[in-house]
């Protein structure tokens, strides 16, 4: 257990669907991310947030939608998602932007 | 650009030593990472080393860094199947708020 806690594990979702994946760490770190792991490729920085403020956007397309409403929560909004969104997707923290980083379990996302 | 580059996989012997190699382009990484992703799991950080070390030493694990060459391996001693997972080096981006990973080496190890 890293303490930080992703929900849902495993998502299945429609193209047309709406859903968010959630972020939680009570570990009073004050930089989250948003990674995608894809097969065969490396992983993907999405999003940097700092302070709540996002301080890095990887050019990822606006059907991902970031929230940080404080330090301990962070969401990622979709909508529209492509079948070759289907990844897994990771969350994680560190005390600042400079430290090591420690990763939830991940959400499976599957788009049909 | 950033990048960090691993082989894909690697195949060892119960009780044998695994070595796994990476290669990075940023030379002002202060810290480079390890980090070991098992099935179905997030990345579980293993050890880390500092830019002005040349090793470091931790338990099983060996951490060896040639910041001339940018190459960092990581060997772990005495290698079991619960080894077998997948690695992944890290160097901090150029901005210097994220870490970037390179593709994982696949470590399988038979008994």
């Known amino acids: 257990e890293t303490g930080v806690t992703q929900t849902p594990r495993h998502l299945v979702m429609g193209m047309t669907n709406k859903k968010s994946l959630k972020c939680e760490q009570h570990?009073?770190?004050?930089?989250m991310y948003w990674y995608k792991q894809s097969a065969k490729k490396p992983l993907e920085l999405m999003f940097v947030?700092?302070?709540?403020?996002?301080?890095e956007n990887n050019s990822v397309p606006s059907r991902f939608s970031p929230e940080c409403p404080n330090s301990s929560h962070l969401f990622l909004h979709l909508h529209t998602l492509q079948p070759e969104d289907s990844a897994l997707y990771l969350c994680?923290?560190?005390?600042?932007?400079?430290?090591?980083?420690?990763f939830g379990q991940g959400t499976r996302l599957t788009v049909v | 650009g950033e990048d960090v580059e691993q082989s894909l996989f690697l195949s060892v012997r119960e009780g044998d030593s695994s070595v796994i190699n990476c290669t990075y382009t940023?030379?002002?990484?202060?810290?480079l990472y390890w980090y070991k992703q098992e099935p179905g799991a997030g990345l579980q950080l293993l050890t880390y080393?500092?830019?002005?070390?040349d090793m470091k030493q931790d338990q099983r694990l060996t951490v060896l860094l040639n910041k001339k060459d940018k190459h960092l391996s990581l060997r772990i001693a005495d290698t079991q199947t619960g080894d077998s997972a997948i690695y992944f080096c890290?160097?901090?981006?150029?901005?210097?708020?994220?870490?970037?990973f390179g593709k994982g080496t696949t470590l399988s190890v038979s008994s």
């Open positions: 570990l009073g770190h004050n930089a």
């Open positions: 890290a160097e901090r981006s150029k901005a210097g708020t994220a870490l970037i």
């Open positions: 080393i500092f830019s002005n070390m």
């Open positions: 947030y700092n302070f709540k403020e996002q301080t």
């Open positions: 940023d030379s002002s990484s202060t810290y």
């Open positions: 994680a923290s560190s005390p600042t932007g400079e430290n090591e980083a420690f």
